[in-house]
C-alpha cells in the first residue's frame, strides 16, 4: 500500500514534548519527511533524512525511524509550533510520492 | 535566494481546461525536479505529479491520471501543469515545490511556492 497514516490531531502543553506518527510501507525503503503547515500559508521542511533540519528550523524538532513508522518529535513545545503536519514519502512499488493525512498540533 | 512562483490560477467551467505555471529562480533550474502538490479547501495535501529535472519523466497521482500532463521548459526556468477535464474536486491551491532526491533513499521538497487557486465551479 502507498497509504501513510496520521492521528488526525494531539495536543501539548507548552514546554511539554509532543511525538507526531506517520506509517505506512513506503518507509521501509524510503525516509519520510515532514512539514509544517500554518493556516493560508505554504507548507515549510522541517525534517528531512535521517533527522536533519534545514537551516532555521530550531533544533527542539527531531525525527526518528523504525520500520514502517516516521516520528517527528517536538521537545519543548512553543505556541508558535501550532499548526499541520505533514509526513511525506515516495512509494517504492509505484514510484509516487504521497503525503499522510496531516496531524493538527494544539499547544495548550 | 531560491523561489518558486506559481501563476495562472482562476475561476474555471467544469469541463474546461486551465495551464498553471512555475517559475522557479535563484538556482539551477535544470537540475531539481520540481513537484505539484494541491490543497482542496479545508483538507490536507496531495500530491499531484512530478516532472523530472531533464524533462526525461513524469509521474502523475492517481486521481489526476490522464487528465492532467507536466511539461517544463528549461530555458525559461519554468514547469507548467496543464488541468484538462476539469471536476468541481479540483479546486484547490496548487503548490509548486523543489524536489532534493539523493538518488537512493531521501527525498524531499525543500521550497515551495505560495500556491495558486483552481476554482472549478460553473
Known amino acids: 500500500s502507498s497509504d501513510l497514516t496520521q492521528d488526525p490531531a494531539v495536543s501539548a502543553a507548552l514546554g511539554q514534548t509532543v511525538r507526531i506518527t506517520c506509517q505506512g510501507d513506503?518507509?521501509?525503503?524510503?525516509?519520510a519527511s515532514w512539514y509544517q503547515q500554518k493556516p493560508g500559508q505554504a507548507p515549510i521542511l522541517v525534517i528531512y533524512g535521517k533527522n536533519k533540519r534545514p537551516s532555521g528550523i530550531p533544533d527542539r524538532f527531531s525525527g526518528s525511524n523504525s520500520g514502517n513508522t516516521a516520528s517527528l518529535t517536538i521537545t519543548g513545545t512553543q505556541a508558535e509550533d501550532e499548526g499541520d503536519y505533514y509526513c511525506n514519502s515516495r512509494d517504492s512499488s509505484s514510484d509516487r510520492w504521497v503525503f499522510g493525512g496531516g496531524t493538527k498540533l494544539t499547544v495548550l | 535566494q531560491v523561489q518558486v512562483v506559481e501563476s495562472g490560477g482562476g475561476v474555471v467551467q467544469p469541463g474546461r481546461s486551465l495551464t498553471l505555471s512555475c517559475a522557479g529562480s535563484g538556482f539551477t533550474f535544470s537540475t531539481y525536479g520540481i513537484h505539484w502538490v494541491r490543497q482542496a479547501p479545508g483538507k490536507g495535501l496531495e500530491w499531484v505529479g512530478a516532472a523530472w529535472h531533464d524533462a526525461s519523466k513524469e509521474l502523475y497521482g492517481d486521481s489526476v491520471k490522464g487528465r492532467f500532463t507536466i511539461s517544463r521548459d528549461n530555458s525559461k526556468n519554468t514547469v507548467f501543469l496543464q488541468m484538462n477535464s476539469l471536476r468541481a474536486e479540483d479546486t484547490a491551491v496548487y503548490y509548486c515545490a523543489r524536489d532534493v532526491w539523493d538518488a537512493t533513499t531521501v527525498t524531499y521538497f525543500d521550497y515551495w511556492g505560495q500556491g495558486t487557486l483552481v476554482t472549478v465551479s460553473s
Open positions: 513506503s518507509l521501509r525503503t524510503y525516509y
